[in-house]
């Protein structure tokens, strides 16, 4: 383990305490808590007989996300989106990303013509919300799929994989994993991965906030993302489990 | 007291069972989570050095509120709204009385030049979250002005009685206090009312869903109005204390 | 009678010169320029063979309504709303407030898979711009109904009672009657009323704008509403009859 | 004259029945009703003690034009701009016109930092809404200028000559003067001419409905136009010497 | 040829340098450079197999424009209207006159049940837009129905006739032809004529920038737009025919 | 070179033909048509002397892009985002990676207060909008930059560096550089990377289409991308040389 003087005090290569709890809301068929360290989300799966305009008659199912942040889940108060009247690109940057991700883990057939929205909205922030909001989303989707299975609506399940995602960074020259606010604002360099259960990756987003990163360093950026992802799929699997 | 068949199973003037749990969330000067049985509105108030133009240079302070619900917070997922690009009529109808009814309780001269938001939203429904929402804000709003007097930005207390709501209507020709979402939906007559500590009458809203009311309904539901407001206050007082 | 020195000089329960004019524009089913004093709004009823989505094939009709102000209705000049791109917050709540009173008196399965929209624009604003909108709009309705009789699209009246509406404030320690747009400002408490012509409440909105209002103020307020809605709804029916 | 079979039995070259009412509401510096016919618009004039951003600190005045259409105006229902949260593109276009058709009368200078506003509202429509508009503009605006003057505000003058405009088209092969909404609608050709008392054009405005017309029928059509605006002119003298 | 001073150098019966490049970019139906000068416009004609609702199962098409400017077009930069999140209200008025003035040369029945949209983007602005844009869109549209013919989708030619357009002014006391950014600014009159190749006026759109003008001040410059459209329709011609 | 049967013929490590076409439009600082291929991307450098309102006062400039696509630069139309009122997600995502891109190669302090504004507008695409947008806007910027200095405005260069950006994905299980829309389409991942002229990444943007890339695939991308960005470097300083 490298030494490493990072804000948190946590080792280069530690996650923040990881909190998965679900049946959090109880209208929602999926509905879970996911806490990274300060950061909590709550993401929800909603199940819907129905498909978007283009996939129409196709025998296909769709899943989509929508993300959002309380105004006051920072530490200064955000204009509403609502209020403002359009969400801003980061949200929908954000929402994009966790649509995607968990498309990447879903058989659209075994689905059917169904739309699982996933709905992840912030009530605290302290650094990497897009991969809590991935995080969570993933355990909430099982358990609307559950919960179709439950029903009988579905017989093959549609979930293919696990999906998880956490943010590396470098931080005064050493590579750390799942940065905070601070750690992330101070950073030269910020990457938010997203994997498979398999070691695939899904989508991988990084971006050099001071000055631009060096092949060897995006390549111990990678291998600490999949050590770190490799722990947020185990900790989705016992939550499932209990 | 009156025998009841509400579907909750209450007593006509029984309140469910209601929560303020306060510093839910951190960054906010003050942050309440509060809960009407199974509705629960977590309510941030935020402090901020400056006032709406119409009120700059006077020397008062300003009290506002915004109110949403996350999509999922109900049995069916509403569209968001940031999504849709405006806020709808009854969130705004709602916003405007939470704030309405919290600067009633508000000397604004003793506030000072700042400006207290109050952000309502709707982490799971089941009637009354506006009157969940008012309730629960007056406590957020008390410890924004603590964290004020704390750091000694203010000397005189701008808190001048407390606030808190209830509704009430008529089911099946009994009236009952404290709707859940089912005794909502059946009930002929819907009233919400919000009240000081003092037994004064803030905002006064009855609607007749079916067959208008007569006098003497109106009279039964303001004297249940009284009783569980005066409960609400009690409840206020000791999580204050707390 | 209580002797009162509000500004307008009128008794404490005296209504402002009311008018109702039908057929005031050519082209609406119905068609009314209502005025309560200075305060004139035109009410017009549009009817069109379709109904909102909720309700197709359900074999009922629709009422709604939507409400306008001119830019240079009231004293200094307003945005107009078009421009702007949104209705406010106050425009919605009495549009919905508008709409809601007026379902309250129509028998919707008696109207068949129809739509009435009463579109109320105030031409000159001086208080009570609402309970106006709804005392006129009744009447378009009715003439709009009458329509549907005359043409034989309709048999049975689904027009099942009359609904009026007037404002009631408490100036300077005393309850009056119908407030004008000055004694409005100076007032401590401020309510609007809309009641059938059986004596029912339809709506009960209550704001106390200075200090909490006491329980006996209200009887005070509500005894005036009763008084001055039943002198409405005589008006109403004079109108309907000539 | 040239006999004419147009729908309104007018001779070719007859106005409708032209109306302007002044002081017609209470709270506008300048207020007309002005009617053509069956058209009816709500010309206010609001003063205001400012001017936009590109003006500011130039010692010059402005002046500008909003319009609009009550939305049972016409035969059938208009969506209400406001709702629909935009302008269309026709309203656009009148009010660009007819702020444009009054800036041409006035001396910006004499009028120094202060904006004029007309506010054009069409009560009824039966065609040359926009014709009516700025003719009763004309009126509302020397209101407006009257009123400073009586202030003391301004001591030039800052009408430098009257504005009016009328419509014009061939009907059936015949130019004819001033069209309603039958004969606006029937006809090929369909001209809007604003023009001052010095006999000068403003604005010509000519569009082909069906096909294209000739340069002798554009020279009918523009005589017809001279001789209807300095009727016009002399019924907008006749109405501020009243 | 009257002698000119005007600031181009050109003759007062000069057109600038035109340019109509067909095939300019390659998925559209129809795709023109146009350059008045250095006014260049891209003007592409896009076949859709529908129309709008209004006009579904009538067996006619319909022919429509858009309008836009790049935000670097001009001399400063311009606000994008994508993300100010509205057309102006002059980009509306421009897409108005060119969809009315193309459809003018189009038989919509012969067109069929599809609709043609002539997407006019300024990529460079010297003055005369809407001119230029006209005059390319026809060449465009011109494409798109020789593509619909190559298919074999349409028999008869649903273009009836040529359209063009052209700017024409008073500089300086002489009416002027095709004006420039600069000479466009000093007018005190500025006329677009659209014109087909008949000699038919369809549309004329003038208007006093100064003071207004006189009728032979209008005689005049309808002339020289008569002889600029002749000019421009034959450039059309050797364009379609290259 | 391995064997590639792309369906652009070209070999798997081949950029299309680039082309970077200076002072393309003449009113921008900077100007740059730049071409991958049939992709054609207008980006032109736009100079203002002020900055943001989070910038004020501070001695830095910023630098900001705008991205937009012409409704037919595609196969099939998209609707014109300034029609439907607001900027999709994908332009919002493209602008603000455009934004980052070019800010890591200024020096903002050298800039002054300062905004240079890349707006890149799409006239044709076919595949690596984005990355065309980005390698030309570098140009642009260059080229504005060049237009301060010889107006004496700056003296110390504010870029500190080249910025290119390449697109690469995998096709049919083999590597390839630099996708055309056929290719992008038919590819399992596809992977935008921006980097700068010292081989440093300022950017990493990999999505997997289809099934999770391996990390042996991510290290071929991105030598596949380090190899074409430094060709694309090469061509820029031709560009700018010349």
Chains 1, 2, 3, 4, 5, 6 share one sequence.
């Not at 359009?86 to 994009?96: M, S, Y």
């Not at 013509?113 to 992840?120: A, K, Q, V």
């Not at 498979?196 to 990678?222: K, S």
């Amino acid at each position: 383990m490298t030494v490493s003087n990072r804000p948190s005090g946590r080792a280069h290569d530690e996650l923040r305490a990881i909190g998965i709890e679900r049946n959090y809301t109880r209208h929602a068929e999926g509905s879970v808590l996911v806490s990274f360290g300060d950061t909590r989300v709550l993401c929800t799966a909603s199940v819907e007989p129905r498909v978007p305009g283009f996939l129409r008659g196709k025998g296909e199912g769709w899943v989509t996300a929508e993300y959002g942040m309380l105004p006051r889940a920072t530490n200064t108060r955000n204009d509403r989106e609502a209020a403002r009247g359009k969400q801003g690109g980061r949200t929908l940057e954000i929402q994009r990303l966790v649509g995607r991700s968990l498309r990447a883990c879903v058989d659209r057939r075994a689905l059917g013509e169904r739309t699982i929205t996933l709905d992840c909205d912030v009530l605290q922030a302290d650094g990497g919300t897009r991969c809590a909001a991935i995080t969570g989303a993933y355990v909430a989707l099982c358990d609307a799929v559950g919960w179709l299975k439950a029903r009988g609506d579905i017989t093959r399940d549609p979930v293919i994989g696990a999906v998880a995602a956490v943010s590396v960074g470098i931080w005064q020259g050493t590579p750390v994993l799942d940065l905070d606010y601070r750690e992330d604002s101070g950073c030269d360099t910020d990457m938010n991965v997203v994997m498979n259960d398999g070691g695939g990756f899904i989508e991988v987003q990084g971006t050099a906030e001071g000055h631009a990163f060096r092949r060897d360093e995006l390549d111990a950026l990678l291998a600490l993302a999949e050590q770190g992802v490799s722990e947020l799929v185990a900790l989705q699997r016992a939550a499932l489990a209990s």
